[in-house]
């Protein structure tokens, strides 16, 4: 019953709805004790909702937001509970008290601070906004970029100035209880006091250098930085925030190309969400800023998705285009007809050259470059189960997503059978989890689904825990976990160096990578996977959501998965080991097999999972797996070769199409200036001859 009043709620936890209810209830009681009247009542039920209030901000609960769209917002809380302690005055015969006029002059006085204070706030932010935001850009030495105000004076503002009021409320309740003004006066003093120092405070940082440049500034200093760095390739992308996984992908390919290389984003969301690194970053929100910016240097921008703001780079002539995607897989996605807006499309390996050519939408097969997969570089080989260990099995569904296709999707129809073969399997395996990021983002069915199957590996998880036929090394996970401490310490100790506390202008400004911290963190990220991996046993079901551990971390400590038709199955492919993938719309084996490529050499599941025993069949006895050759052979076809490597097949695409893109400037050059020179013989007068080579001057010299 908790947790459907959690849901219906939308509430993050029972001490939210807790809060929640703690709140809405004692408005009631404050009328009621005002009307009583009862000052220990009254501030008891103020006292709850002031706390009950701050506790739903600081968890930001969805609560709040929904109170604020209902007029009941903030502000409207703050001045009802005022009101309410006006009419206690009232209702306890002190209307003819001088604290009784103290208390509304003090709240209106309050209230009028109100005005300036949210309005020094909104300047102050918004002159702090800049045109573009970037990482890894030196700015610094370009233009000035002052300090941002002390966090404590913006970081919830409207909160902190209308908590002001405290000093007062409670003054005027000890003066109403002990029928003394002083007190109340005391706590009027204090309130409006602090909250005019409040005002005072923000005023400098709307004045003189406190100001960042302004906008036509600070596109200069970055056209002035582009200018000298000289960027070559682009990577382009545009999306929310929880697509953020679409960009940092592809960061490490980025830093490993041969050309300069530049990274534009659309929106803040994604930059506050990409993942450390060392290439160069401009986010640039606006589309005429963009279009703006000097990029005469850059040669060939990848696109990594189709999204209706890559139109303002697409629009530059002088650069090549590309499609690279965020997954190579049977989807639709991976054959969208907008894909023919691009000079090149780059897949994987020959299936997603195919793909196109089935699906005729355009692209030609000759603007097709087949360049691997370079992010599936940490990808493991699978050498068989280790002696001693029992499998690991990962069952990673995509999501529902937008259109209802049960096809999308195993976790609705078939995901607690998948779980529920796995942890009742005999012999045991072990059973990972990991749901895709936006799963029950569009479907109820789907988040039930998501939540039921997470309480059967927990409930799974919590029966092996005591089962004696499982023995738990202690010392060796309490090590683990020591050493999970000491790495997360260090890098929250980077993180917090790194200043993640600085507003937008402040990280632009400072926003040169430190390239040793950057190394030392990827170092200590590969500690942490390792001791992560060890500090529960190897045989404990685990529930796997978050950033960390990644996917490919967990394919790594996995010796087969089960998945549903996503670029997730042609990047575990990659590994060899045995899979199996979900026709959760029951076309049927072969009409399954013959729309998806990846699943040639799966294990085909119904919804009732039933055929899981061939999946844990070919990884308990590796020598018997029928589908091992079909695995390897899929391998080369999705994916491409071996040799030479995706990264270098990447970078030959990247010179190849920078080699395109400068022979077409260079014959659109030359095609200007000859009709340019066509232009002044046109208009040259009429009747005189243009001396031609070998002329002397219209003289004959036989």
Not at 327 to 343: F, H, I, T
Not at 593 to 616: C, P
Request: glycine residues 6%.
């Amino acid at each position: 019953m908790i947790s459907t009043a959690i849901r219906v709620a939308r509430v993050g936890s029972a001490a939210e709805l807790a809060a929640a209810v703690l709140m809405m209830l004692g408005f009631p009681c404050l009328m009621l004790a005002a009307l009583v009247p009862s000052v220990p009542a009254f501030a008891a039920a103020a006292a709850v909702t002031y706390l009950a209030d701050h506790y739903l901000h600081r968890k930001g609960s969805y609560l709040i937001n929904r109170l604020s769209k209902v007029r009941a917002g903030l502000s409207i809380r703050f001045l009802i509970r005022q009101l309410l302690l006006v009419l206690l005055l009232a209702r306890l015969s002190l209307a003819d008290n001088l604290i009784y006029y103290g208390a509304i002059a003090c709240f209106i006085a309050f209230y009028g601070l109100q005005a300036p204070h949210g309005a020094l706030v909104q300047l102050i932010r918004n002159r702090r906004r800049m045109p573009v935001a970037t990482r890894n850009v030196d700015l610094k030495s370009r233009i000035r970029i002052p300090d941002a105000p002390p966090r404590k004076l913006l970081h919830r503002s409207a909160e902190k100035m209308l908590h002001l009021d405290l000093a007062a409320v409670v003054g005027i309740l000890l003066a109403a209880q002990v029928k003394s003004a002083l007190v109340g006066f005391v706590g009027i003093g204090i309130t409006v006091a602090v909250a005019t120092l409040y005002v005072l405070a923000l005023v400098p940082y709307v004045r003189g250098r406190r100001i960042p440049p302004n906008a036509e500034k600070v596109l200069a200093a970055v056209d002035d930085w582009l200018a000298e760095y000289q960027p070559e390739t682009v990577l382009y992308f545009s999306g929310s925030k929880d697509s953020a996984y679409q960009v940092n992908m592809w960061l490490d390919t980025m830093e490993n190309l041969d050309s300069k290389p530049l990274i534009i984003l659309r929106e803040r969301a994604i930059l506050n969400n990409l993942a450390p690194t060392t290439v160069p970053v401009i986010c640039v929100p606006g589309g005429v800023h963009l279009m703006n910016l000097d990029l005469s240097t850059v040669r060939v921008a990848l696109y990594a998705a189709n999204v209706g703001k890559n139109i303002h780079m697409l629009r530059v002539p002088t650069i090549k285009h590309v499609f690279i995607g965020h997954g190579d897989s049977d989807k639709l996605a991976s054959v969208n007809p907008y894909s023919k807006v691009y000079d090149e499309v780059w897949t994987a390996g020959r299936a997603g050259r195919d793909r196109y050519a089935i699906a005729d939408v355009g692209v030609r097969d000759e603007d097709i470059v087949e360049v691997g997969r370079p992010q599936l570089a940490p990808i493991q080989t699978w050498q068989g189960v280790p002696d001693g260990r029992i499998p690991t099995v990962l069952y990673a569904p995509t999501w529902e997503g937008w259109d209802g296709n049960p096809g999308n999707t195993s976790v609705v129809l078939a995901g607690e059978n998948i779980v529920q073969r796995l942890v009742q399997a005999d012999p045991p395996v072990r059973v990972l989890y990991k749901p895709h990021p936006f799963t029950g983002n569009v479907s109820k069915e789907a988040k039930a689904a998501h939540q039921r199957i997470t309480a059967l590996v927990q409930k799974a998880a919590a029966a092996r825990a005591i089962d004696t036929r499982f023995t738990p090394d202690t010392a060796a996970q309490a090590q683990a976990k020591t050493e999970l401490a000491r790495i997360e310490a260090r890098l929250a100790e980077l993180s917090g160096s790194g200043g993640s506390g600085r507003d937008e202008a402040e990280a632009t400004r400072d926003g040169l990578v430190d390239v040793a911290r950057h190394e030392e963190v990827a170092r200590l990220r590969a500690e942490w996977n390792d001791a992560y991996w060890r500090s529960f046993p190897a045989w404990e079901h685990r529930v796997i959501t978050g950033a960390q551990p990644r996917l490919y971390d967990c394919f790594n400590v996995s010796d087969a998965m089960v998945s549903d038709i996503s670029s997730v199955v042609s990047d575990f492919i990659a590994s060899g080991k045995p899979y199996a993938v979900t026709d959760s719309a029951a076309v049927g084996v072969e009409e399954f097999k013959r729309n998806n490529t990846a699943v040639r050499a799966a294990v085909i599941l119904s919804n009732s999972a039933e055929e899981l025993g061939e999946l844990l069949g070919a990884v308990r006895d590796p020598a018997a797996d029928p589908l091992a050759e079909d695995r390897k052979e899929l391998k080369q076809y999705l994916l491409g070769p071996d040799e030479p490597t995706s990264l270098v097949q990447f970078n030959t695409a990247v010179a190849n199409l920078a080699l395109k893109a400068e022979t077409r400037n260079v014959g659109q050059e030359s095609r200007a200036a000859a009709a340019g020179a066509e232009a002044e013989l046109a208009n040259a007068v009429p009747g005189q001859r243009v001396s031609a080579a070998g002329d002397t001057d219209g003289v004959g010299t036989g």
